[in-house]
């Protein structure tokens, strides 16, 4: 993943070139999703050798912040080796710039319906002119982190790095998704399947309607982005997932299921060492 890695680790690293490339070579992004708000744990999983970490601001409280320190401590403790993802709260730009300021590989843009949210959060994670993300004064040193390869300035780097993924999890979405995936500037697509199924509460039309995200991900060459159980992985590959985590990657789950284990094994231990001592 080093590969991926700006000029500095301040810029943010090339995850559009990374999801580019599963395409090419059938590899996939495998990933560990955050939904514990600590630094502590961003340490820990930048030290393994996951390719991304899903910074989930949707369904966890964040402040700026803290949201900016962790994305600044998954590429220092990992060494840029890991990119930091980014699922922002809303569709606001400010949201958006601040995970963007902070060195965030991507953004994943939750509850996207139409064409027209698509583009306005494109517009949010581009310079102009490409886009309309505002400039930020702080966020690099002039002469110290600003490094560019040639004819190029950061800016540019940071429009051809950033990844946009919209997040497809209602009827309406689904209906505009052929649209959505053929704008420029879509890199991937995140399915939300437990609110899409939800919003359907209809087994039979939600199964449909994921047939469809997949017909429409194989025809138009665009990644999918998604978590699920192991027993799944091969048919989510099948379909498209070129950006994946299994629900054994999750900090707050990893921490439970540590828990029980250890937890079984030590009574185990316990109760063979006073059964042999009676």
Known sequence: MDRYNALHLRQSPNLRLAIADTLKNGNVLLGVGIGIPSLETCKIIAATDTDWIWIDAEHTSYSPRLLADMIETVKTYSRGRVIPVVRVPSHAHNWIGWALDAGAGGVMIPHTETPEE????????????????????????????????????????????????????????????????????????????????????????????????????????????????????????????????????????????????????????IEAARVGSA
Do not use: C
């Open 118 to 269: 698509v583009r306005a959060s494109i517009n949010g994670a581009r310079f102009p002119p490409r886009g309309h993300r505002s400039f930020p004064p702080f966020a690099l040193l002039p002469g110290l982190q600003d490094a560019a390869p040639d004819g190029k300035t950061w800016l540019d780097v940071a429009s051809d790095h950033v990844a946009v993924i919209p997040q497809i999890e209602s009827r309406r979405g689904v209906e505009n998704l052929e649209e959505i995936m053929q704008i420029e500037g879509v890199d991937a697509i995140m399915i939300g399947p437990t609110d899409l199924s939800l919003e359907l509460a209809d087994p039979t039309l939600f199964e449909k309607s994921m047939a469809r995200i997949h017909e429409l991900a194989l025809k138009y060459k665009k990644p999918l982005v998604g978590f699920g159980p192991e027993s799944m992985i091969s048919e989510k590959y099948q379909a498209g997932y070129r950006m994946m985590g299994t629900t054994k990657l999750v900090d707050s789950w990893i921490l439970a299921d540590g828990i029980r284990d250890g937890m079984k094994s030590g009574r185990e231990v």
